[in-house]
């Protein structure tokens, strides 16, 4: 069986008409293929996000990462950009949605779409992957291990990072979480809360938190990296955006 | 977990960075996810040029490559560090007879 894809960098109209940079990956062939917007970590616009954009295209999903901290340095490193960003007080809410809306809107431009868009995010990216599935209309969404969904950031922390588990009655999809029993942002007792809020809304969740991992378990280029979560982690990634997002 | 924990401080001074000398009048310390250090987290610090535009936001057009030097420590070596500045200052600032200037 033909297995190919293409990879790319990508520009985009994100918010407030911004062209802001994106990496973007998709299954060769004619498709329908459903998008997924890949929301990249704290650490940035990185190479361990690329390659779980180009996981996606592998799976024949149309992939986009966009660059949010694009406008801190779009020609500067990804960590360059990050340390930027952060000495700024991070990406603003509103900036965000923005770019992630720009992200939705150009995968369901492409010709070989079926329309159905999913998100997912890691870490910070975990956070706004929820966000903006309450913002936003999605098809289906996956916070991986964000944190201040719930709770608040520890006082004096110079971030616009407010807590948006109060939007969880907006939320528009199915929403998988994916987190480590030893994380401390998000420690088990707030994912835990945060499943209270989805269920007291009747929305349709699945939260599973794995022994022995705790934040950023997915990451292989970091020491936090545990194989069988992660592993275990992917199957329950695809088999959730199969449920939501195939024509 | 992503800690968020951020110190900036005012500094006076310079720095070297592959485009050659800057000056500084500001540090951003962190302790977080490094980008390159196999830790999950480390202490960071980012010596930035504040003349640099993507310092704050800009409009895309006018933004440069950030000028930056940036380090990231294991926590035990961060403290070793820290005590070798002091150490170094106190040394220092006795040898030439006062304290140097701190601004």
Request: charged share 15%; hydrophobic share 40%; aromatic share 10%.
């Amino acid at each position: 069986m033909y297995d190919g894809t293409l990879a790319e960098t990508i520009r985009i109209a994100g918010h407030g008409g911004d062209t802001i940079n994106a990496y973007f990956a998709r299954p060769l062939g004619p498709g329908p293929v459903p998008g997924v917007v890949v929301i990249h970590h704290g650490p940035g616009w990185d190479e361990g996000s690329k390659e779980i954009t180009r996981r996606f295209a592998v799976h024949g999903y149309a992939a986009i990462c966009p660059h949010l901290y694009h406008r801190w340095g779009p020609d500067a490193s990804p960590d360059d950009a990050a340390a930027a960003a952060r000495a700024a007080g991070g990406v603003p809410d509103e900036q965000f949605l923005g770019d992630a809306a720009g992200s939705i809107a150009y995968l369901r431009s492409l010709t070989y779409a079926n329309s159905k868009v999913g998100t997912i995010g890691y870490c910070s990216g975990g956070r706004q992957s929820f966000l903006a599935a309450c913002s936003l209309p999605v098809d289906a969404a996956v916070d991986c291990y964000g944190a201040c969904v719930v709770n608040p950031p520890p006082p004096g922390i110079p971030f616009h990072l407010e807590p948006c588990g109060h939007l969880a009655d907006r939320l528009s999809c199915p929403l998988l979480g994916l987190f480590g029993e030893e994380d401390k942002m998000p420690a088990p007792a707030e994912t835990a809360q945060l499943a209270a809020i989805l269920e007291g809304h009747h929305k349709t969740y699945e939260f599973h938190t794995y022994p022995g991992a705790g934040h950023s378990f997915f990451a292989t280029d970091r020491p936090s990296y545990r194989p069988e979560a992660a592993n275990d982690g992917w199957n329950r990634v695809f088999d959730w955006f199969g449920r939501y997002l195939s024509s | 977990m992503c800690t968020y924990v951020t110190e900036s401080v005012p500094v006076s001074g310079s720095a070297k960075g592959p485009e050659g000398w800057f000056s500084l009048s500001r540090a951003t310390v962190y302790f977080d996810h490094p980008f390159h250090a196999p830790l999950e987290h480390s202490l960071n610090i980012d010596f930035a040029d504040p003349t640099d535009p993507t310092a704050a936001t800009a409009s895309i057009d006018s933004i440069a490559s950030t000028r930056r030097v940036a380090v990231e420590l294991s926590a035990a070596s961060a403290r070793a560090l820290a005590g070798a500045i002091l150490a170094a200052l106190d040394a220092g600032e006795a040898s030439v007879g006062g304290t140097a200037s701190r601004s």
